[in-house]
């Protein structure tokens, strides 16, 4: 009864981490591990559920892992740093005709202003980048 523990916390705490981490490796392992279990029930010693717990643990990662993988691909898009300024205002410290380098988040980027001449102390918004300068134009408040 003993091993039949071993292997059931086994399995269990395989899944555990695979519930907190989200890797989708270990589980395949706690499906070895409850073959193991159904080795012992059925009256097989150790060394078997050993080896049996081996081999399913092996085929089970070799097919579930890449279907797993493939299925459960990440697909959430986490956007890039420079991403997250656009639509964000600014206001210039200075003279701004066609680039400028300023400081955002700790970090000087390069602004380009295709638009009109911003005059330091009005406004401007990035409206996207291109390559790695942000584009940026000025906002006239009438």
Do not use: H
């Amino acid at each position: 009864m003993g091993i039949l523990l071993f292997w059931l916390v086994l399995s269990i705490g395989a899944i555990l981490i695979d519930i907190f981490t989200s890797a989708f490796l270990f589980v395949w392992f706690a499906i070895g591990g409850f073959a193991a279990i159904a080795g012992g029930l059925a009256g097989l010693e150790f060394p078997a559920q050993l080896g049996i717990f081996i081999v399913v643990s092996i085929i089970s990662i070799s097919i579930g892992y890449p279907l797993a993988k493939k299925k459960f691909k990440n697909t959430i898009s986490i956007p890039l740093m420079e991403e997250t300024y656009i639509g964000k205002i600014f206001l210039a410290q200075e003279d701004i005709d066609k680039t400028l380098r300023f400081k955002v988040g700790g970090v000087y980027w390069t602004g380009k202003n295709d638009g009109a001449k911003i005059n330091k102390g009005e406004k401007f918004k990035v409206l996207g980048i291109e390559g790695n300068k942000l584009l940026i134009e000025g906002i006239r408040e009438e």
